[in-house]
């Protein structure tokens, strides 16, 4: 344990009355166990400042970090069947999404804006994984459909941040069917000749790894983050091999070619801005 927790936390509690410290004061960085004051990881984006662990961070906060002074407008998606299937395993699927609900604020597992991005337009569509794992059913299908659709509406590039357990179980085949739904809005965007970036953020695995994370004009990863399709204990069994150091991180993947960059995220605004604009410099002179 570190002197912030043996010492300053207990000082600060006998200082102040037990009922007037908050809950969320102190944040414990899962990867090296260091304490810090809960504004502190706010101000740098959730990013631990002794060893650089990159924590989950909400659908919220990407889109507040990501466009110009956190102002944005997000867009109604279209309602979708609760629970199609009346599907139950140890709960009843529509307790689950009104727990989801009522835990996030959230409709479903995306949310999507538009805004600007270093003073140029943008859509963003992000995913929640505090929603359910951020699980693909057919409301997140028909998000991302809408996303790709207000992008050519607007002439302005497409930025999916990913984080997804994958496929939701809750939604048998109608969750699958969203891998080729999501699949053939991505090529809505690029018939259009506007940029398709996708920002994969941990963890993003299943099917959504299988569709649309994939197909980025540009693939961004955050550091550390686990990305693939199954999981490594199921690849091991399956190959029977032992699997390199690392695999399904993101630097391993970057090194052998699946993504193209890693960026940190206190620079990742700064990155699309730049990809943005360098992606669409071409159309800016013919126009």
Known sequence: MSWLTEYVRPKIRTLLRREDVPDNLWVQCPACQQMMFHTEVEKHLKVCTHCGHHMRASADDRLRWTFDGGTFSRIELPKVPADPLRFRDSQRYADRLRGAREKTHHDDALLV??????????????????????????????????????????????????????ARM????????????????????????????????????????????????????????????????????????????????AEYLHEHGIVDMV?????????????????????????
């Open 170 to 249: 809750q939604e048998g085949a109608i969750s699958l069917m969203q891998m080729p739904r999501t699949t053939i809005a991505t090529r809505l965007v690029k018939e259009a000749g506007l940029p398709f970036i996708v920002v994969l953020t941990d963890p993003t695995t299943g099917g959504v790894t299988a569709s649309f994370a994939m197909l980025g004009d540009i693939q961004i990863a955050e550091p550390g983050a686990m990305i693939g399709f199954a999981g490594a204990r199921v690849i091991e069994q399956t190959v029977r091999e032992k699997l390199p150091e690392g695999f399904q991180r």
């Open 113 to 166: 804006a538009h805004g600007t991005i270093g003073g140029q337009r943008a859509v963003v569509a992000v995913m929640d994984f505090d929603f359910m794992g951020g699980s693909m059913g057919a409301a997140v299908g028909e998000g991302i459909v809408a996303a790709a659709k207000l992008a050519v509406l607007q002439d302005a590039p497409l930025i999916v941040f990913t984080a997804s357990g994958g």
């Open 263 to 287: 960026v940190k995220r206190t620079e990742l605004a700064a990155t699309l801005a730049r990809l943005i604009l360098l992606l669409r410099v071409k159309d800016l002179e013919a126009a």
